[in-house]
């Protein structure tokens, strides 16, 4: 199956500084790709899509100077978390859909960010 | 918007027993119907998918059920094994070619005793 790979797995930074993490399709290229997050013992919920080429559009309640997503390649987009706080430390997912076959969503094995 | 509810939040079997979570969705636009597994610290995993021409689909000892008129639709794991126990999520979502986000049912913890 498609492989899509985040980076760092695992962070800690302190209060107040930028985190960037990447999401990077492997083996298939990705117009879309979508981001979650997860709080502990919680569902997975979308914090916006990023689009290669264009604004990323963000879900209600999501800042999006707070979370700054950039989609520069089909099978590259990051999301930079911006002064971060302690409440932002949390478990972020990245997924992309291969499509024009199964449409089939594949996630990234996720970033576990601790801000401290 | 879609909402997705899933049930039981927990579920307990012994090895070799069957288990049944079941989901149900408000969107009619709603086509496409994922499960996902989840170990701890990791990402989810597609186990198996139903589109909504279809009312069963089996993948071994995995199955999914779909009631697009009632708006429901179940995962069957039968002789579950230890190794089965995991955070087990439904989702919804209108199929697209443009890519679709998923909506997420609020998880069932699995838990499969020797």
């Known amino acids: 199956g498609a492989v899509v790979s985040q980076h760092p797995s695992r962070v800690i930074c302190k209060s107040g500084t930028s985190v960037k993490i990447e999401c990077r399709s492997l083996?298939?290229?990705?117009?879309?790709m979508f981001w979650y997050r997860q709080f502990p013992k919680q569902s997975l919920m979308l914090m916006a899509t990023?689009?290669?080429?264009?604004?990323?559009?963000?879900e209600q309640g999501v800042e999006k100077d707070k979370f700054l997503i950039n989609h520069a390649s089909l099978t590259l987009s990051t999301l930079t978390v911006t002064s971060a706080h302690p409440e932002d430390s949390s478990f972020y997912i990245c997924?992309?859909?291969?499509?024009?076959?199964?449409?089939?969503?594949?996630f990234g094995p996720g970033t576990r960010l601790t801000v401290l | 918007g879609e909402n997705v509810e899933q049930h039981p939040s927990t579920l307990s079997v012994q090895e070799g027993d069957s288990a049944v979570i079941k989901c149900t969705y408000s969107?009619?636009?709603?086509?496409?119907f994922p499960w996902y597994k989840q170990e701890l610290g990791k990402g989810p995993q597609l186990i198996i998918d139903?589109?909504?021409?279809?009312g069963e689909k089996k993948d071994q000892r995995i199955a999914v059920t779909l009631n697009k008129t009632a708006k429901h639709f179940s995962l069957h794991i039968t002789e579950t094994q230890p190794e089965d126990s995991a955070v087990y999520f439904c989702?919804?979502?209108?199929?697209?070619?443009?890519?679709?986000?998923?909506?997420f049912g609020k998880g069932t913890s699995l838990l499969v005793t020797p």
């Open positions: 969107d009619s636009a709603s086509n496409y």
């Open positions: 990023s689009n290669e080429g264009s604004k990323a559009t963000y």
């Open positions: 989702a919804a979502t209108p199929l697209g070619n443009s890519g679709y986000a998923l909506n």
């Open positions: 997924s992309a859909p291969r499509t024009g076959e199964s449409n089939e969503q594949f």
């Open positions: 139903i589109r909504s021409n279809v």
């Open positions: 083996d298939f290229q990705a117009t879309t």
